[in-house]
């Protein structure tokens, strides 16, 4: 009974496979239906490491959901997840391409006309259409890489989505050019009164 328990807390419990990071958050990863924002200047490595986290996901066996907004799946595929691969031996590598192929589900707002098409709604149906069309079960994480690419006024709409999905869901923003590292800030996500950073359960 007791292990049966502690096996149920730790599949709600998803690791990011990056001991940095899982360190830092409670039972060593983040739950379902939770909002991360992670963000970082402008080249700073904000799309690798959505790579990074995608094939930590896949790795874990759990359904991921990327929306890539800034270039095409096929690009962000073979310039970021198929270069991970390529440094994995022959068992490995064929291993993580199954599971890619099985766990991982890119969406990009290339082929939908401008970047305001993709909006909180879209999101939303994606999800759903995942699940149904292509894994056939729950999608467990989601990255969006970025928020600056979603149109309106967003991280409230994503937030009650993440809520009402049970998704953990990651979104990418970019921070002012300059900002010294290591410094909270929330002012480039304010709109109106409201502060986008509101509506995380994580920053």
């Not at 001991?19 to 060593?28: N, S």
């Not at 359904?63 to 997840?81: D, I």
């Amino acid at each position: 009974m007791g292990n049966t328990k502690k096996t149920q807390a730790n599949a709600n419990i998803i690791s990011f496979g990056m001991e940095e990071i899982d360190k830092c958050l409670p039972a060593g990863g983040v739950r379902h239906g939770q909002l991360m924002m992670v963000s970082s200047v402008s080249g700073g490595g904000k799309t690798t490491f959505a790579s990074q986290l995608a094939s930590s996901i896949v790795a874990q066996e759990r359904n991921c959901l990327v929306f890539e907004l800034e270039q095409s799946a096929g690009t962000f595929y073979s310039n970021y997840l198929e270069a991970q691969v390529s440094k994995m031996g022959a068992k490995k590598r064929a291993t993580m391409l199954e599971k890619l192929q099985r766990r991982l589900l890119i969406a990009d707002g290339i082929h939908s006309g401008s970047s305001g098409t993709m909006t909180p709604l879209r999101v939303e149906n994606s999800i759903r259409d995942a699940e149904v069309q292509h894994f056939g079960s729950p999608v467990e994480v989601v990255i969006i890489d970025h928020l600056g690419l979603v149109a309106g006024n967003p991280m409230q709409e994503l937030f009650q989505i993440c809520k009402k999905s049970n998704v953990l869901m990651i979104v990418i923003g970019t921070l002012p050019k300059g900002t010294p590292a290591g410094v909270y800030v929330g002012l480039p996500w304010s709109v109106g009164t409201t502060s986008q950073v509101n509506f995380c359960d994580y920053i």
